[in-house]
């Protein structure tokens, strides 16, 4: 049996010590398996699809290919931490008002991505979101209310 190496990061503003073999299992399995969050998905497992998106130290990373050791020491945001549903965040809000989900499988690839951008970008026009949310995909064709969703809160934000 292999010895257990030790990782801390900080998921959802609580920190967290991580204990596992093997250090290249993927941040996203320790998130669902040991830590028992749901919002990140697995969806491709290359990092193309986007339905694994966190916040790795307020960036969105594909944690499908994000090896543990490589989040040791950072702040993690998954879309479950940046609200909760008697107090949702403006934009968890604003893709509730615009119905911008339709299975939400993918959910946490647009809002986080969108989160982060919008958050650098606070003026972003709706081309700017287009373009920001070009490399992630949604299978359920919500695309149209999630740009809408993320030009309100980018307005809101402005």
């Known amino acids: 049996m292999a010895a257990l190496n030790s990782y801390a990061l900080t998921v959802n503003g609580t920190a967290q010590t991580i204990q596992i073999d093997d250090p290249s299992t993927p941040l996203l399995y320790i998130l669902q398996e040991n830590l028992q969050l749901n919002g990140p998905k697995f969806g491709c497992g290359l990092g193309q699809c986007g339905c694994c998106t966190v916040l790795m130290n307020g960036e969105p990373i594909r944690s499908c290919i994000t090896a543990i050791s490589d989040a040791a020491g950072s702040q993690i945001t998954t879309i479950e931490g940046l609200g909760t549903v008697e ?22 690839g647009p ?8 958050q650098q970008n606070p003026n972003a026009t709706q081309a700017d979101i287009i373009q920001a949310l070009s490399g992630l995909l949604c299978r359920c064709h919500s695309h149209v209310r999630m740009i809408q969703a993320l030009v309100a809160y980018a307005q809101e934000t402005a």
């Open 87 to 108: 107090n949702p965040h403006p934009i968890q809000q604003s893709f509730i008002d615009y119905q911008a989900m339709n299975c939400g499988y993918c959910i946490s």
């Open 111 to 118: 809002m986080l991505y969108g989160y982060a951008y919008i």
